[in-house]
């Protein structure tokens, strides 16, 4: 088969958009992909300096490749961020996942800062997961956010960028609307502006299937983990599993379903749920740290696992 | 394998309730499971005289019957209406479709009333079919729904009863996540006040399933017709179809499934759709028929299919 555009071999079928495409064509139109979803959603207005959250799997270390392309056309300055979890359980993976940031942090040499939680805040997510009462993944999720933010701050960064892709974004929808939990579908933004003293966060990906950055990170020879967190296995669960397996057989059946149910819901259906339950929440300062923190609160959720996580490794 | 309630042997497993119950304890099950959604959603409240539209398929039979029983404990009447829409095909659906809501009118002693479109309005959906620019199954739903209104309107019929299931629910909800067809989900009411001159309408079947109404027909021996509209296999569509079958397979990977994607659209999803996107639409008289039209609009869409119509059949 040859490529829709040249007379080379084709590599990658693009099943939505009717077209097959060899591996130079495959990488431009990716890229150009995605800097017209950039476009089109304002991703970029008013940037500076673009934090890229890479953990070194294939949707953030492309991301990281294409931004770093979009910017230095728009004169953004790019910096690389990666958060040593300390997720280990006999695979090493937060290490490893450092390890490939920054191989592709000094491949495209741009400035990046490593945050090790163990050195910086004295425990790692493996030590929370045995000690704090809350699913892990929780726990991760909240962390990397408040260090995200805390780097935002120190380096002078305004917009944060992270890798969810289309097929991340199609199942949290399908489960918000299984289980009708429009509180979390309503804080689903693709653009969430700087507010309350949180930096601007973006998902370039957020109309990327998994497939085409795997592909465009195999063709690049971009170093990328292939494993995935350890963490992720155990928690799914098998409703989430069902709904994650469902969406890759209706997108087989159906070409566009993942991106036509993201786009749509981006468009119609979260523009009426953040209407009627996007709280705007008035924010206070934590007491320990300075990071805003929900109204009425003394400290916030990082520094309360932090504290309990001091008392807990004091003891034994 | 025993009834979940009795020492008889189950003859059905509702896998979302995790119980398996006899034939008689299931029809009691169903009836209380109606009764109950009709109350919560209060779709009789200050309803008289409740007009049941009656095709004579499973859904709509056993709507009958179900309702019938809970209308009596209320003092409600119950009126049935059947429309025969002249749809043939060389299958005689509409005549059959008559034929048995008749039958189950009188089985059940209640005052009905049949309309024949040909003979009411000079035309049949078949013939429209081949001459009316427009998809058949959108002139039968205008159709119907215009009929519907107007027997309510004659009989002092104040709610009219459909029976729409889970299934048809949840594929239409799942379409428009899909296609992001907001103003008709915001339209997907189980429970439509009266306005702009509109009967208010219940879907008191909204929450039960296919396979229930089935079964329930079946162990009553309710008569009701298999065959399904000659017309349906030709619109579908196979984006429709497909999801349609895949909601199934989920329902078996998943129990329940339908039904919570379905309540959790009518609780939290369509009443932020209806706020953002529902138009309350200021209306007009048909100068023809006096029947509610879009405001600005000289006559109604039926009325000019009408017209349309005799004008086709005049010349022919």
Redesign the interface.
Known sequence: MKCSKCDNEASIRIAYSNIILCASHFVEWLEQRIERTVEKYKMLEGTRKLGIAVSGGKDSTTLLHVMKKIADKKGIEIFGINIDLGIDQGKSYSSKSTEIAVKNFEMLNVNYRIVNIAKEYGFTIDEAKENIHRPVCSTCGLSKRYVMNWIALEEGIDTIATGHNVNDNAQFISMG????D?ENLSRLRNVAPAENGLVKKIKPLFLTYEKETLTYALIKRIPFIIDSCPNTFRVGG??QD?VRR?LE??ED??PG?ML??V???E???R???E???LKKEEVSKCKICGMPTSKGRDICSFCAIRIKMKKIKSVT
């Open positions: 609307y299984l289980t009708g429009v098998r409703t069902a469902n057989e209706m059946k159906i379903y036509n149910l786009e749509n819901f468009r119609k259906i523009p009426a749920l209407e009627k339950y």
